[in-house]
DNA sequence: AAGTCGGGGAC
DNA sequence: GTCCCAGACTT
């Protein structure tokens, strides 16, 4: 039976009731990360949710310890020479977000005199920094209400609340207005529910192979009520191609790029991407995205081959 | 709204 | 081989 006010979609199950459930598996299940304890700091708590962008908790966590040990403050990134931080990413993926990190820091040095603002939208004017990040710090690093919206967050309350599979592949203004209407009121709570209900996506609650009988609020699945019926959405979801993309030729790059010594010429990139089409417009592509460096040889009219590549200084 | 952007481990 | 992962940004 439904609470009395709930009318932003909370479906048939009682929501506080399984916040307080999610929140007490929380309190006795979750995971020791290092973003999670004491000392943490704010700045550290928004490398790690930039680092978790789109990679695994496992391959974050060695990084987050080396990259805070190495720069602990955003001055500290601020200063560090591009190329030093490209190699620190090293393989986390998506390189991209490394640059905004290092233009975030330098940001926040600018902006806000060194010291990461808790506003929303402070947080939100940061590069590298969407709705989802702006969320989890005001919530993890400052304790503040927010509405935490993340792949985990958003299966939990697909599967509970609406008693789907899956969520539908791109975020609706309903589901966002679901999902705010299941944060507590206050901001302690608010930022309990966000880690708890994100930890249970994470160990319980999980895309492949759901461990029902491990989860506290089972009784009161929609999803599992009706049999754990397969995703409806599943028609609209393709599998993201890999071999032979620019993604891929440009990660062969990439990862020449961060072991060389000195600038590599251009013969030695062709040899790791085999179509020479490609690999030139990935290139291109990786100097405006600002990735790599090109530096034609002295001379009057610049021969393709006989450029170097290096990452910037 | 749809495309782009890495990489690795589980299945 | 396919799918998934604490998304953001561009067009």
């Known amino acids: ?14 929501a506080s009731g399984v916040r307080d459930d999610v929140v007490a598996w929380f309190d006795a299940h979750a995971r020791d990360l290092p973003w999670r304890a004491a000392d943490r700091t704010p700045w550290g708590v928004l490398v790690s949710e930039v680092m978790l962008q789109q990679t695994p908790v496992v391959r ?16 500290d990134l601020a200063a560090a020479p591009t190329g030093d931080v490209l190699r620190a990413w090293d393989r986390l993926g998506y390189p991209r977000r490394a640059l905004r990190l290092q233009e975030c820091a330098r940001a926040v040095v600018e902006r806000h005199g060194g010291v990461l603002p808790d506003d929303e939208d402070a947080l939100l004017a940061l590069p590298g920094v969407g709705p989802y990040t702006a969320a989890a710090v005001r919530a993890f690093a400052f304790g503040r209400r927010s509405v935490v919206l993340d792949t985990n967050v958003r299966r939990v309350l697909a599967r509970v609340a609406a008693g789907e599979a899956l969520p539908a592949p791109a975020l609706t203004v309903a589901e966002t207005a679901r999902a705010a209407a299941w944060v507590p009121d206050d901001d302690a709570s608010a930022a309990r529910w966000a880690a708890a209900s994100m930890e249970l996506g994470a160990l319980v609650c999980t895309a492949r192979s759901p461990r029902c009988d491990a989860c506290p609020v089972a009784d009161r699945c929609r999803w599992l009520a009706a049999g754990r019926p397969a995703d409806a959405h599943a028609h609209r979801r393709r599998a993201q191609a890999w071999a032979g993309t620019d993604r891929q030729a440009r990660g062969r790059v990439m990862a020449l790029l961060r072991e060389a010594l000195a600038p590599v010429p251009h013969a030695a990139v062709a040899a790791v991407w085999p179509d020479v089409a490609q690999l030139a417009r990935c290139l291109d ?8 460096v090109r530096e034609d040889a002295a001379g009057d009219a610049p021969d393709p081959d006989a450029a170097t590549y290096r990452l910037p200084h």
């Not at 974050?60 to 001055?75: F, G, K």
């Not at 592509?285 to 790599?292: I, K, T």
């Open 60 to 75: 974050v966590e060695p990084a987050w310890r080396a990259w805070l040990d190495r720069w602990p403050t955003p001055a």
């Open 285 to 292: 592509a990786l100097v405006v995205d600002g990735l790599v």
């Open 1 to 14: 039976m439904p609470v009395a006010g709930d009318v932003a979609g909370r479906g048939d199950v009682e």
